[in-house]
């Protein structure tokens, strides 16, 4: 079976998962690390017991899985503690992400914000990262109805994005309209099926 690994990573409100929809659109099998880690948070997860573990059982819901928000709440304004939790369930995560791999073929993306940070980013064909500018990033962050100080802090929380640059193989600017970040992706898409 013939598989071509292709990690996508990028900052939030940087375009990412219109990238990974464009690529989906095109046929190729889609892995979004965000879906993972609803399964595992699941109640009875891994993800769950491990946050329980961590953090404590007010994290979880009332049926046993994991409240984000109070996640959000615990670890964002705390640094340390949001390392302890990418730490347990990062693993987790990868760890899914490759067992659903095997079981299919051609060409399969796997979307993941963190990927270079969680050091999962080794074992792919080929990394991406889907870049823009920060008054962009912010700009997008709103329109989706988040507040300007959680996009503020988020955006602070996920760092300058250096590391992340530097972890893959390639760069997709974003920065421009939509049809122009078409145009990036369909050239993506033609190289990506001659390796299927």
Do not use: C, W
Request: hydrophobic fraction near 45%.
């Amino acid at each position: 079976m013939s598989r071509f690994l292709v990690g996508i990573t990028g900052g939030m409100a940087g375009g990412k998962s219109t990238v990974v929809r464009m690529l989906a659109e095109a046929g190729f099998h889609v892995i979004d690390a965000d879906r993972v880690v609803a399964d595992l948070y699941a109640p009875g997860g891994a993800g769950a017991q491990a946050l329980k573990s961590l953090l404590g059982p007010d994290v979880l819901d009332s049926t046993g899985a994991v409240d984000k928000p109070k996640v959000a709440a615990a670890i964002f304004p705390d640094p340390d503690k949001r390392r302890a939790v990418e730490a347990a369930i990062h693993p987790l995560v990868h760890q899914r992400f490759r067992e659903i791999a095997e079981s299919l073929e051609d060409v399969i993306v796997y979307e993941a914000t963190l990927l270079v940070e969680s050091g999962h980013a080794q074992g792919f064909d080929l990394t991406l990262s889907v870049e823009a500018d920060e008054a962009s990033r912010l700009k997008r962050a709103i329109a989706r109805g988040m507040s300007e100080s959680d996009a503020r802090s988020r955006l602070a929380a996920q760092g300058d994005g250096e590391a992340r640059r530097q972890g893959v193989d390639r760069i997709l600017r974003n920065d421009g309209t939509l049809e122009e970040l078409r145009a990036e992706v369909d050239h993506l898409i033609l190289e990506l099926k001659s390796k299927a």
